[in-house]
């Protein structure tokens, strides 16, 4: 995200979170997971967080999921000061071993018109008071056979920030994505080959 008002920088943040999984045919499978981040709202001048996981598969069929998942998370968070809120440390480089717990889903609409994405994420510490929530809730229109409009809620919450920076953040963006989700579904003739 990138945002200047008038001769002001307001926003520059960017965020990648990526998520290797092996046997997700499976009800439970494991997975990797890597993520990146730097925020100008929140002070972070970089942010990565690593580490295995297991995910538990509730319910998945070829248009809709739901699955629980924990990980372990190493994490390495430089700010661009050292003066923090909740936070007695006086260093500008803050590293904790987190646990993360998800619950993540998409639905699609009976009809096919519509899809639902949502996950919400929450990251204790395993020491120190220091937490990191995160809820996602993302609504998908179809405007063509593999485009789709987008539209996400994002929250995010955090114990530690620098002093002067808000603890949470709500954003709502809006964009396209490509996907193949709502293509019809194959007839049982079809099926039968």
Do not use: C
Request: overall charge positive; aromatic content about 14%; cysteine-free.
């Amino acid at each position: 995200m990138y945002k200047r008002r008038e001769d002001e920088l307001v926003t520059s943040d960017v965020t990648s979170r990526n998520i290797l999984y092996y046997g997700q045919r499976h009800r439970v499978y494991p997975f990797l997971e890597g993520a990146v981040a730097k925020s100008l709202q929140r002070g972070i001048a970089f942010r990565y967080q690593v580490g295995p996981g297991v995910a538990y598969r509730i319910y998945a069929n070829r248009r809709s999921y739901l699955r629980l998942g924990a990980a372990t998370l190493y994490e390495q968070s430089r700010f661009e000061g050292h003066e923090f809120e909740n936070y007695a440390g006086t260093s500008a480089v803050i590293t904790k071993w987190r646990e993360q717990l998800f619950l993540a889903g998409t639905q699609v609409v009976p009809d096919g018109r519509l899809r639902l994405n949502y996950e919400l994420n929450y990251q204790p510490a395993f020491q120190g008071h220091n937490l990191l929530l995160a809820a996602v809730g993302g609504l998908e229109l179809p405007v063509g056979r593999y485009v789709a409009l987008r539209t996400n809620f994002q929250y995010s919450y955090e114990t530690v920030v620098l002093t002067g920076k808000q603890q949470g953040d709500l954003l709502v963006t809006f964009g396209f994505t490509i996907t193949n989700i709502f293509k019809p579904e194959k007839e049982a003739s079809e099926d039968e080959d």
